[in-house]
Nanobody, 123 residues
Framework: QVQLVESGGGLVQAGDSLRLSCLAS????????MGWFRQAPGKEREFVAT????????YYGDSVKGRFTISRDNAKNTVYLQMNSLKPEDTAVYYC????????????????WGQGTQVTVSS
């Protein structure tokens, strides 16, 4: 079983950039497809991005496409989410998630979750 810990969240202004990290322990990250999701107060969890085991395939939610980039370094057991041109509507708790096979935009298809990191974007 893998444990996931997110970091890098914080308070930024609109237009700023932020990079989130997700460190895996317990098992090698290279065994898992990974994803980022977010949840704002009073809203459902939203798909942000997903990346395949090799890193060759990535997919993004429509609201972040062109602004966010997901990447991974299996040697460091870490997945990243680079967030550029941040908007107030990006404010949410961001979660890292892992699944045994491939990529997915569905949160129900992920087996492992981190505790989340808060991102707040002020206008």
């Amino acid at each position: 079983q893998v444990q996931l810990v997110e970091s890098g969240g914080g308070l930024v202004q609109a237009g700023d950039s932020l990079r989130l990290s997700c460190l895996a322990s317990g098992r090698a990250l290279s065994a898992y497809g990974m994803g980022w999701f977010r949840q704002a107060p009073g809203k459902e969890r939203e798909f942000v991005a997903t990346i395949s085991i090799s890193g060759s395939n990535t997919y993004y939610g429509d609201s972040v496409k062109g602004r966010f980039t997901i990447s991974r370094d299996n040697a460091k057991n870490t997945v990243y989410l680079q967030m550029n041109s941040l908007k107030p509507e990006d404010t949410a708790v961001y979660y890292c998630a892992g699944r045994i096979l491939g990529t997915s935009s569905r949160s129900s298809e992920y087996h492992y979750w981190g505790q989340g990191t808060q991102v707040t974007v002020s206008s």
